[in-house]
Antibody, heavy 122, light 107 residues
Framework: QVQLVESGGGVVQPGRSLRLSCAAS????????MHWVRQAPGKGLEWVAV????????YYADSVKGRFTISRDNSKNTLYLQMNTLRAEDTAVYYC???????????????WGQGTLVTVSS | EIVLTQSPGTLSLSPGERATLSCRAN???????LAWYQQKPGQAPRILIY???SRATGIPDRFSGSASGTDFTLTISRLEPEDFAVYYC????????FGGGTKVEIK
């Protein structure tokens, strides 16, 4: 079955960097757009970034534009999120999610990984 | 940016009752590109409805979605104990945005 497993979370000081990974299995990873979504403690969901199936198109939320970079390695079935210049307000559980339909970019998310917690604190 | 406003913030109901959750967009959502997700404590969200009214695979038929202009509704016909959770709407026609969520709690 489809499985998405995030890793790389942890505690990091403000201004520092962190890279998250999402290992995918159980489906043809190279055919699906992929997303990062975050959820601050006790808060709602916030979409962060999307990358097309072939990596040629990337879009970001205004809150992370210029600081975060989404990428993928289709040979390793892995999605990444490089997070630079981290702020306290970036503290959240970060989920990766795949699009419901292959080759689509503007699509609902199905399924989601279990998430990895990023805490930005001095 | 499309803003989605969900109401009510909290819905207190008993098992067996009907739940009606609302999601209003501040502008047109193209092609009914509206989804609903359920999230239980400590779990990732899971999709319930896409295209405003299509049930995702494996979702019971007590869950239904509808649309009228910029107003979207998720209805749970008879609440089961496992349905008490937080529900989010999402539009995916113009970038991606989520509503603030509605918590369905046991009365």
């Amino acid at each position: 079955q489809v499985q998405l497993v995030e890793s790389g979370g942890g505690v990091v000081q403000p201004g520092r960097s962190l890279r998250l990974s999402c290992a995918a299995s159980g489906f043809t990873f190279s055919s699906y757009g992929m997303h990062w979504v975050r959820q601050a403690p006790g808060k709602g969901l916030e979409w962060v970034a999307v990358i097309s199936y072939d990596g040629s198109n990337k879009y970001y939320a205004d809150s992370v534009k210029g600081r975060f970079t989404i990428s993928r390695d289709n040979s390793k079935n892995t999605l990444y999120l490089q997070m630079n210049t981290l702020r306290a307000e970036d503290t959240a559980v970060y989920y990766c999610a795949t699009n419901r339909r292959y080759f689509h970019l503007w699509d609902p998310f199905d399924p989601w990984g279990q998430g990895t917690l990023v805490t930005v604190s001095s | 940016e499309i803003v989605l406003t969900q109401s009510p913030g909290t819905l207190s109901l008993s098992p067996g009752e009907r739940a009606t959750l609302s999601c209003r967009a501040n502008q047109s959502v193209s092609s009914s590109n509206l989804a609903w997700y359920q999230q239980k404590p400590g779990q990732a969200p899971r999709i319930l409805i896409y295209g405003a009214s299509s049930r995702a695979t494996g979702i019971p038929d007590r869950f239904s979605g509808s649309a009228s202009g910029t107003d979207f509704t998720l209805t749970i016909s008879r609440l089961e104990p496992e349905d008490f959770a937080v529900y989010y709407c999402q539009q995916y026609g113009s970038s991606f945005t989520f509503g603030g969520g509605t918590k369905v709690e046991i009365k």
